[in-house]
């Protein structure tokens, strides 16, 4: 069993940042991919990034070039830096691992709110 805790959501105005955490506890989660969604009112929840265990990223079309994800695996934390915000960045941020292939755990969610 794994739990997943996110932080570092807010309010900022556009063109700021904003730096998500995750950290997993109840195993170990270096030996699987993890990543970060986000679901926006209305709308269907959405792959933002991804890394792999050996930390190979894959980021969605609208967030490459500004958001990068990394990981700690001796913190079992992964993040997410967001550069350059934009008001439809607005959403709930979730994190995901997938253990052993078939196994999806969720964090609570974090909101992320871009306004002047």
């Known amino acids: 069993q794994v739990q997943l805790v996110e932080s570092g959501g807010g309010l900022v105005q556009p063109g700021g940042s904003l730096r998500l955490a995750c950290a997993a506890s109840?195993?170990?989660?270096?030996?699987?991919?993890m990543g970060w969604y986000r679901q926006a009112p209305g709308k269907r929840r959405e792959l933002v990034a991804r890394?792999?265990?050996?930390?190979?990223?894959n980021y969605a079309d609208s967030v490459k070039g500004r958001f990068t994800i990394s990981r700690d695996n001796a913190k079992n934390t992964v993040y997410l830096q967001m550069n350059s915000l934009k008001p439809e960045d607005t959403a709930v941020y979730y994190c995901?691992?997938?253990?052993?292939?078939?196994?999806?755990?969720w964090g609570q969610g974090t909101q992320v709110t871009v306004s002047s």
């Open positions: 109840g195993s170990s989660v270096r030996l699987y991919p």
């Open positions: 890394i792999s265990s050996g930390g190979n990223m």
């Open positions: 995901n691992v997938l253990v052993s292939g078939r196994i999806d755990y």
